[in-house]
């Protein structure tokens, strides 16, 4: 199964979404979190530790979801330091709906192209 990992400035916003996206994908899919906890703001480390975790965890595979700039720069780094054997991908989305709409995806047993797509799809989704 392909796991998610969800990074922002702020701990509070990942953890919320994660809480929200498995309430409604269900408990297969796999979902990390990285974000500052006492002060906002987001580092390479926190993002390599929880890439780490969900390989630990035997993921197939990561999609990863970002807020804003730096969030991706950070992103970027620890996908080069963790070296993984596995694909470690950064999806190209909104945070909420990108990660909602792949782990949506995931929990029907598609596979990380198709959860790819359809967090990338999210761009596409109008709120009225």
Do not use: C, N, W
Not at 42 to 71: N, R
Not at 75 to 84: D, K, N, Q, Y
């Amino acid at each position: 199964m392909t796991g998610l990992l969800l990074v922002s400035h702020s701990r509070k916003l990942v953890d919320g979404l994660a809480d929200l996206t498995r309430e409604l994908s269900g408990p297969s899919v796999p979902i990390a979190t990285a974000g500052g906890e006492d002060t906002l703001g987001v580092t390479a480390a926190m993002v390599a530790e929880s890439i780490s975790l969900l390989l630990s965890q035997g993921v197939s595979g990561i999609l990863i979801f970002g807020d804003v700039g730096s969030a991706f720069i950070a992103a970027e780094t620890a996908v080069e330091l963790a070296a993984s054997s596995k694909p470690v991908q950064i999806v190209d989305a909104p945070l909420v709906e990108g990660a909602i709409a792949a782990a949506m995806t995931l929990s029907t047993g598609a596979g990380m192209d198709e959860a790819r797509q359809a967090g990338e799809e999210a761009y596409t989704i109008r709120k009225q």
